[in-house]
């Protein structure tokens, strides 16, 4: 059993949660995940850890409800268990002094970007954070992202904070003024990891997306998890989840996540069901 330690919202259905997890801690890096289950009988579910402390022993991760389990997570606070946490998985995140970096987050892809940010920064990088939100609610992570940015852009769909846009229209800008940009990191849903990539391939950007199939086991075992890359077939679970985006084959990713969409959507309705009565 896994103790939350602290739990609270950080937006509307986005739960920030800090985790007993003393060996994890220990030997995360940047870029990898974990694989939980609230419940010995419930399913696995890959989230990336958001941050941790190997002296404190306790990993974060940042869920966003969209379906039974995590919904169920986001009704968990600190006191409670988790039935058990796997992990670190993934290969970390490439980092060097690249010079410039990006650092572009779509909704709770900002705690997955953040990470990263933070290693990039430490690195040497001059580092640009661009987060966006529906509206400024959604727009999370905001203090420790400016701490460890050069730049920091906040971007709104609907102008309630920060640029009026698409953080995709933040970027345009930003290489339209002739800032020189040597990394672009985008985590996101998968139409905005496309839509960046489509911003910079036209530039020759190196364009690095953390991809999220669905996954099952996590070791490169169950091939659930697979992805095509540059007309070659990986594991996101192992050979990722990070790929070049420029590579990255959107079309079938996104045919691939909607297969069991019928099946997650009567999971849910049954359980709001029994939470209901
Ligand atoms: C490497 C990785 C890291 C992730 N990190 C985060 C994170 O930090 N925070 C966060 O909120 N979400 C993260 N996700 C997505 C998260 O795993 C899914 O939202 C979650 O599994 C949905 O489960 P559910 O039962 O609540 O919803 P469901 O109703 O089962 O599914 C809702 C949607 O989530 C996706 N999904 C469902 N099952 C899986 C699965 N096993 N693996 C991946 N995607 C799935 C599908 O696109 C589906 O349409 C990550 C996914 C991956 C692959
Ligand atoms: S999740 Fe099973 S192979 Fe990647």
């Known amino acids: 059993?896994?103790?939350?330690?602290e739990a609270r919202f950080l937006a509307p259905d986005v739960k920030y949660f800090r985790i007993e997890a003393p060996s994890i801690a220990r030997s995360r890096r940047a870029g990898q995940f974990v694989i939980l289950r609230v419940a010995a009988d419930g399913e696995r579910i890959p989230l990336t850890i958001a941050d941790g402390d190997a002296s404190g022993g306790w990993i974060a991760v940042i869920v966003q409800g969209v379906g039974k389990t995590t919904k169920h997570l986001n009704t968990l606070g600190a006191g409670a268990s988790i039935h058990d946490v796997a992990g670190p998985l993934g290969m970390p995140s490439h980092i060097q002094n690249f010079g410039t970096a990006?650092?572009?987050?779509g909704g709770v892809g900002t705690a997955i970007a953040y990470p990263t940010a933070v290693?990039?920064?430490r690195a040497g990088n001059y580092v640009i954070?661009?987060?966006?939100?529906?509206?400024r609610e959604y727009v999370i992570m905001e203090p420790a992202l400016r701490d460890i940015s050069d730049e920091f852009y906040p971007c709104t769909d609907d102008g309630s904070y920060g640029f009026h846009g698409f953080v995709t229209q933040k970027l345009q800008g930003l290489i339209d003024e002739g800032k020189t940009l040597d990394l672009v990191l985008a985590i996101g849903p998968i139409p905005m990891m496309?839509?960046?990539a489509d911003v910079t391939r036209p530039f020759g950007i190196k364009t690095i997306v953390s991809l999220n199939p669905i996954m099952v086991d996590g070791t490169g075992m169950c091939g659930g998890c697979r992805v095509s890359v540059g007309g070659e077939t990986r594991f996101a679970c192992v050979d990722g989840p990070e790929f070049d985006a420029h590579e990255v084959d959107f079309d079938l990713m996104e045919r691939r996540n909607k297969a069991y969409l019928g099946f997650e959507r009567n999971r849910l309705e049954a359980f709001l069901e029994q939470?209901?009565?």
């Open 129 to 135: 954070s661009i987060v966006g939100g529906r509206s």
């Open 275 to 277: 939470v209901q009565t």
């Open 102 to 105: 990006v650092s572009i987050g």
């Open 1 to 5: 059993m896994f103790r939350i330690l």
């Open 194 to 196: 496309r839509a960046v």
């Open 119 to 121: 290693a990039l920064k």
